[in-house]
DNA sequence: AAGACGGGGTA
DNA sequence: TACCCAGTCTT
């Protein structure tokens, strides 16, 4: 492949046959293209695309951001995945307007020393907002030069990721970053997609080397293989006068910052019935009085890394035991301002 | 360098 | 089920 010819196909690609639209495809404002790449990490467009004109509606500056509730922020963010995404976001919102007056500072270093910006969405803020030379390096991004250049080094592992990036460097139009930085992403989602590419139809055919080696199926390189896990959630839905007990999640664990109910995790399959049910709430809580309203039957939920199966028990407390005083008791009403984890959604929503 | 972090789409 | 998605942060 002619490096010299890359950016000039994939341009003219862009400019006569991609038809792909986006919210903030071609907007110059930084808040709103750092907005949407961080919605869009490891996000697919179509699931991110709500989530960035609901936050763009409700938060059409910095300072609005900036000036919200964490509580309706993580609501906001609710079902989207990655919480953490969300806790940076607001962080860095609050940064830029305490120490830069609301404005967005237009340095690359100064952007990837932002909370929750690595250097791809450095390059995305530098490129499509300032017209800086800086080439993203996505998923996308792999996966085309990993093939066009029949490029077989893992894209997972540190050497692969210098070596892609500074490949990304060498290719990127310089006098126009942020056309450039599009049209490579968006040929990526849309003709050389993971499975089933349109290669047949594809205008880098010709000097395609994994299409002529036969090897685009087997590009780009991984080599990390992923561990999963099961765990064994019981949560316990203790209610009292109309009110349930909830809490906060915190700690190094999923779902930091999204509220649930009391949780009790085993290592095994829970096997609940009401008399098993009593026995740990007099053990484990004294509670001594309990009315077990009914065991649901098990909910699984399938993450990245793990699969979650959660069984709830809804109990009813004629009075608040005192080693769940200090724990919060809401009503109805607060609890819907609450984000929690789908599979609580889930069971919520049930009839 | 390796692991952790969500939820949903696709084959 | 396995893999991937406009990646980043922590250990």
Redesign the pocket.
């Known amino acids: 492949m002619d490096k010299s010819k890359f950016s000039a196909i994939l341009l003219h690609w862009h400019q006569h046959e991609n038809t792909r639209v ?1 919210p ?2 071609g907007i110059k404002d930084p808040y709103k293209i750092w907005l ?2 961080v919605i ?8 991110g695309w709500k989530y960035y004109e609901s936050f763009i509606e409700k938060y059409p500056d910095i300072l609005h951001l900036a000036n919200a509730e964490d509580k309706e922020v993580f609501k906001l963010w609710e ?6 995404r969300c806790k ?1 976001l607001l962080h860095t919102a609050r940064f830029i307007a305490e120490n830069n007056n609301g404005k967005f500072p237009a340095d690359y270093d100064e952007i990837l020393a932002l ?8 390059a995305a803020i530098a490129s499509f907002a300032f017209r800086l030379p800086y080439a993203v390096v ?3 991004v792999f ?1 085309v030069l990993a093939r066009v250049f029949g490029n077989s080094t893992p894209v997972d ?2 050497e692969g990721k210098a070596l892609f990036t500074s490949l990304a460097q060498e290719l990127l139009d310089k006098k126009n970053p942020g056309l450039y930085n ?1 049209a490579i ?2 040929f ?2 849309t003709v050389c997609k ?3 590419p349109l290669c047949s139809n594809c205008v880098l055919q010709k000097q395609c080397t994994a299409f002529n080696t036969g090897t685009v199926n087997h590009l780009p390189v ?1 080599e ?1 293989v ?2 999963k896990k099961t765990r064994w959630f019981s949560f316990f839905v203790f209610r009292h006068n109309n009110k349930t007990l909830i809490s906060k999640r915190t700690g ?5 910052n999204l509220h649930e109910f009391y949780l009790v995790e085993t290592d095994e399959k829970p096997v609940w019935s009401t008399e098993t049910v009593l026995d740990v709430l007099s053990s484990q809580l004294n509670i001594k009085k309990a009315e077990v309203k009914d065991i649901s039957p098990l909910i699984s ?6 699969t979650i199966k959660a069984v709830f028990v809804r109990v009813i407390l004629p009075e608040i035991p005192a080693s769940l005083k200090k724990l919060d008791w809401l009503k109805d009403a607060e609890i819907e301002k609450l984000a929690f ?3 609580i959604n889930q069971y919520l929503s049930q009839p």
Not at 40 to 47: A, F, G, H, Y
Not at 252 to 256: F, G, K, R, V, Y
Not at 301 to 306: A, F, M, V
């Open positions: 986006m903030w495809k949407s790449e869009l990490q490891q996000t697919r467009v179509d699931q079902g989207l995945g990655y919480y953490n940076n909370k929750g910006v690595g250097p791809y969405t450095a996505d998923g996308n996966r592992a540190t599009q992403m968006d990526g989602a993971p499975a089933l991984k990390k992923l561990k190094n664990d999923i779902w930091q939920q399938q993450l990245t890394h793990q984890p789908r599979i």
